[in-house]
């Protein structure tokens, strides 16, 4: 396993177009978190799951974005109606979610969205 | 609400020296985890350091401790030996036993010179 991986890279959209990402967690952890993170700031909580249950959402996740996570493996991040304000990396991470590590977080390489 | 501040938004140290990067957070909370993450450009996100509030010892791990400061709510991180491959950007990162989900400051980009 080599760790947290996510799909596309990259991604460039028209503005009102819908996109969806996709994050595969490392395999025996079974949180897994959603971020948005813009240029010069740090991440934004999104939204985080425990196996398929969707614990927590922020109030960045308008309507418009929907996150699933089937049978507690990978999760897709849905962006429907596309807006340039939306343009930014997105990163998923995971977690063991037992144990004295289990808050150590493992980050994806990110999907950076380009919205034109 | 809790907050997590990094307020040197750049920081440069000569290769082989020491440098330190600050970080302040604002919490309520008694039982909580604060880390550091490396990010280098284009590349993801690499966990450096974790402390556990509950721990009075500093964290260290080879080149990179801290100096955690409960009272205070400070939590700086010391790299020591510098080498160019440190030059990153670096978060601050906090969470509580229970919520999971990280609370990042803006970050520190750090410059290493040759």
């Known amino acids: 396993d080599t760790g947290v991986s996510q799909d596309p890279r990259h991604k460039i959209t028209k503005r009102g177009q819908n996109v969806t990402f996709r994050c595969d967690p490392i395999?025996?952890?079974?949180?897994l978190y959603w971020y948005r993170q813009t240029l010069g700031q740090g991440p934004e909580f999104l939204t985080y799951?425990?196996?398929?249950?969707?614990?927590?959402k922020s109030r960045l996740l308008s309507d418009r974005f929907s996150a699933e996570r089937p049978k507690g493996s990978f999760s897709t991040l849905e962006i429907q109606r596309t807006e340039q304000g939306d343009s930014a990396m997105y990163l998923c991470?995971?977690?063991?979610?037992?144990?004295?590590?289990?808050?150590?977080?493992?980050f994806g390489p990110g999907t950076r969205l380009t919205v034109t | 609400a809790q907050t997590v501040t990094q307020s040197q938004p750049e920081m440069s140290v000569q290769e082989a020296e020491t440098v330190t990067l600050s970080c302040t957070y604002d919490?309520?909370?008694?039982?909580?985890?604060l880390f550091w993450y490396k990010q280098p450009p284009s590349r993801q996100m690499i966990l450096v350091i974790r402390?556990?509030?509950?721990?009075?010892q500093n964290a260290t791990e080879n080149r990179f401790s801290v100096n955690f400061q409960k009272a205070a709510k400070s939590f700086s991180l010391k790299i020591s030996d510098s080498q160019l491959g440190d030059a990153a950007m670096y978060f601050c990162?906090?969470?509580?036993?229970?919520?999971?989900?990280?609370?990042f400051g803006t970050g520190t980009r750090l410059k290493v010179l040759a």
């Open positions: 991470a995971s977690s063991l979610g037992r144990g004295k590590i289990s808050y150590e977080q493992y």
């Open positions: 395999s025996e952890h079974n949180r």
């Open positions: 799951f425990q196996n398929e249950a969707q614990l927590e």
């Open positions: 919490t309520s909370e008694s039982d909580y985890y």
């Open positions: 402390q556990e509030a509950y721990k009075q």
């Open positions: 990162a906090y969470t509580t036993s229970g919520t999971y989900k990280y609370i």
